[in-house]
């Protein structure tokens, strides 16, 4: 509004001042004026407004309203008329540091270049030695933007990143050299989760031979610590996110928990080679070649776990908390697999899916009742129409809104929202239901 | 030499540069008094249309309580917060004053 010529201010929560400051900065605007709510408002009641709007204004310590006139008309001073350039510092390829191992260490961490755990120093000789896992060039870009948000609103952003610099991340997680090809693959597409106060975390499952060939786990413990692959990968991963868009909680990085498996980026195979699974791999359902290696990047925030024999029950069960309008990830053990075609007649992923679809329901308030579909959906509905799928989307929001709250309505919009993954060794019935939406696939195989 | 007093030197920097440079966008003008002027308070939507409503009515209620011939206009902008509402914000130049926006979260 400013940029229209309109003195404007934005009202902000409390919890949001350094994140906005961080974000103002990003956008030039250097001396902002924000005024800050006592207590976050969202969905208050009467007593909490009362006393907001009697309250003060956390920056200034003046009452909010006074606050508010004054950001509007008080007269600019001359660091708030002053027009200029801003700048990030220059980074230089090699630090400006040397050191032993425990001062190198305390560099990492000080200058927020870690998650908080040691690191493998990346030593020029090392990153060399890391760069052998590709036949692309140390200098050729693999991602133009590196960036943690949805929005254009002064988010930091990391530019122009180099196959060395995903080197370098990958020494320091302690990757070996064959793991790089799919650490470039990931790194065309952004950090493992976007800033939120939602705390997701990204998930990364590698399909194809090139599982097998680095020896990443898709049986015994597959989601757990221990295999060398899984978790360098993964964690990898998560430093991207650090290194290359500045992931810092509280000011770039918005989750209200965090999510602890952010920390290897919940990083494994798809259990292709188990002898009881019916189905065809999950990248091959997606049109790729069998022998083709590939990763599917999805972004979520958790999964719940039944185990039982009937399967197609508990499937339902586990997904009833996925947050309406979202997408649902199903995982099965093999075994698991292996039940639903043969006693339950899922001869293929499409007819269990199809299953799931006609089956997980919600009501029209539940759906009603969350945030996503108030932040989200709703508003969405005053949008033009960008295509046939949007236009569909906005008609079938329109008719949840014209039913009475009671009425029972499928908790996903279409099949295609639920996608079935196997993973595990298969020595038991599990099934565990996450609301993971299915961002990209990417191909391994360039980045050899 | 011990591990320990072993000197790392040459170590590759793994932070990605951010632009290098860009404009300071100054302050606009303010008006020296809301007295008979038109304000503009814009519900973003972050919650849903109704999660900050009552806190941004509070607030339209108190200037046109306690500011002499304010005209306040209340408007949700179109689309989710991270929406760029360019009928709104044009709008908002030609017609108002002042303006405030809020509440993420």
Redesign the interface.
Known sequence: MEKQGTPAIPILSPYLVTSARDAAYELGWLHPRFVSLSEPDALRGEQAVKRIIGGKDVISGKPLMPAIVSALTRPLTAAEKKTGKLTHPVESRILPVKGTYDEIQAYFLDNKMTDGLPVVIPTEDKVKEMLTGTSHRPEEIVAASFKMGITENGQREGQNINVEKVAAIAVMAGCKAEYLPVLLALSTKGPPYFSSAQSFTGAAIVHGPFAAETGMASGYGCMGPYNHANATIGRAWQLMGRCLCYAIPGVTIMGDWGNNLQYNSLTFAENTVNPMIPWEPFHVEKGYKQEASVVSIWEGRGFRQRCGYNLPDFTLKVLDNVEPEDCALVLLTPLSAKMLAEDFGFATREQFRRYIYENSTMTVQEWLDSDQVQTFAIPHLELPPRAPEFKQMQEAIRARLAMPGNTVIKRFRSPEQINLMIAGEGMIYFVAGGDFHLKTIVEIDPWR | MT????????????????????????????????EGKT??I?NQ????????E??LL??KQ??EE??RDIKVVYKAK???????DAEL??E???K??????????
Do not use: C
């Open positions: 591990d320990k007093e072993q000197i790392y030197r040459d170590i590759m920097n793994p932070m990605a540069q951010q632009k290098p440079v860009w404009d300071v966008i100054p302050l606009v003008e303010r008006p020296a008094t809301l304000v503009y814009i939507r972050w919650g849903g249309t109704k999660a900050h009552p806190l509070a607030i108190w200037l306690n500011i179109r689309g989710s917060y991270a929406f760029p914000w044009k908002v130049g030609e108002a004053d002042a303006a405030m926006i809020g509440i993420p979260h």
